[in-house]
C-alpha cells in the first residue's frame, strides 16, 4: 500500500517553542493531506497539497510537500497550549485507498 | 460540529456477539468512510461507499460489512466479535471522493468484553 511514516512519535515543547512533524514515503504521493486530532477528539482536516515543492500557510501553521513528492512537513511556530493534539499526514491512491500517517502527538509545556 | 453524526457514542458487548454502527453524513456529502482506530494500530481506513455504490476498500476484516442507504447515512456491522475489535470506529464523509476534505464524526467506542 501507499503508506506514509511519520516522525517524531512524540514531541514535547515549551510554549512558544517551534515544532516539526515530518512524513515521508517510499513512493511517490498524488498529494497529502494534514489532519489533528485534539485528545478525545475527532480528526480534523486542516490542509491538502498536490504540487510539487507546494508551501502553504494558515496563520502559525506552516505546510511543505517535497518537491520529489515523497514527503510533507508541518511546521508550528510559536507553539501555545491549543496546538496539543496528535498531527496526522493522509494520502489516497489512484485506488481511492486512504492512509494516515502513524501520526505525532504533541504536548505543549505551559 | 462537523456535521458528521454517529450513533451510539458509546457501546460495550461481548465476544462472539454482532452490532451495527451508523453514521449521517454532511448535508450533500456523497462519500462516507469509515475507520478504524486502535492503539497499536493508529487510524485505519476500512472501507469507502460513494453515492451508495462502495468504492475502495481498505483493511476491512471479512467479519465487517458495511453499506450506504439511498438516504446516504451508512451503516458498519462487525460480527463474531473478538476482543482485538475494541477501538474507536469513525465515519468520515466528504463532497465526492478520497481527494476532498473529510469530515469525521465523533466516533463511537466499541468496547468488547
Known amino acids: 500500500g501507499q503508506q506514509v511514516m511519520q516522525i517524531p512519535q512524540y514531541q514535547h515543547v515549551q510554549e512558544g517553542e517551534d515544532f516539526t512533524t515530518y512524513c515521508n514515503s517510499s513512493?511517490?504521493?498524488?498529494?497529502i493531506q494534514w489532519y489533528k486530532q485534539r485528545p478525545g477528539g475527532h480528526p480534523v482536516f486542516l490542509i491538502q497539497l498536490v504540487k510539487s515543492g507546494e508551501v502553504k500557510k494558515q496563520k502559525r501553521l506552516t505546510f511543505q510537500f517535497g518537491e520529489a513528492k515523497k514527503n510533507s512537513s508541518l511546521h508550528i511556530t510559536a507553539t501555545q497550549t491549543t496546538d496539543v493534539g496528535t498531527y496526522f499526514c493522509?494520502?489516497?491512491?489512484?485506488?481511492?485507498?486512504?492512509?494516515f500517517g502513524t501520526g505525532t502527538s504533541l504536548t505543549v509545556i505551559p | 460540529d462537523s456535521g458528521v453524526t454517529q450513533t451510539p457514542k458509546h457501546l460495550i458487548t461481548a465476544t462472539g456477539q454482532r452490532v451495527t454502527l451508523r453514521c449521517s453524513p454532511r448535508?450533500?456529502?456523497?462519500?462516507v468512510y469509515w475507520y478504524q482506530q486502535s492503539l497499536d494500530q493508529g487510524l485505519q481506513f476500512l472501507i469507502q461507499y460513494y453515492n451508495g455504490e462502495e468504492r475502495a476498500k481498505g483493511n476491512i476484516l471479512e467479519r465487517f460489512s458495511a453499506q450506504q442507504f439511498p438516504d446516504l447515512h451508512s451503516e458498519l456491522n462487525l460480527s463474531s466479535l473478538e476482543l482485538g475489535d475494541s477501538a474507536l470506529y469513525f465515519c468520515?464523509?466528504?463532497?465526492?471522493?478520497?481527494?476532498?476534505?473529510?469530515?469525521f464524526g465523533p466516533g463511537t467506542r466499541l468496547t468488547v468484553t
Open positions: 468520515a464523509s466528504s463532497v465526492r471522493g478520497a481527494w476532498d476534505e473529510q469530515y
Open positions: 493522509a494520502n489516497s491512491n489512484t485506488g481511492n485507498q486512504f492512509y
Open positions: 448535508s450533500g456529502d456523497l462519500s
Open positions: 513512493t511517490t504521493l498524488s498529494n
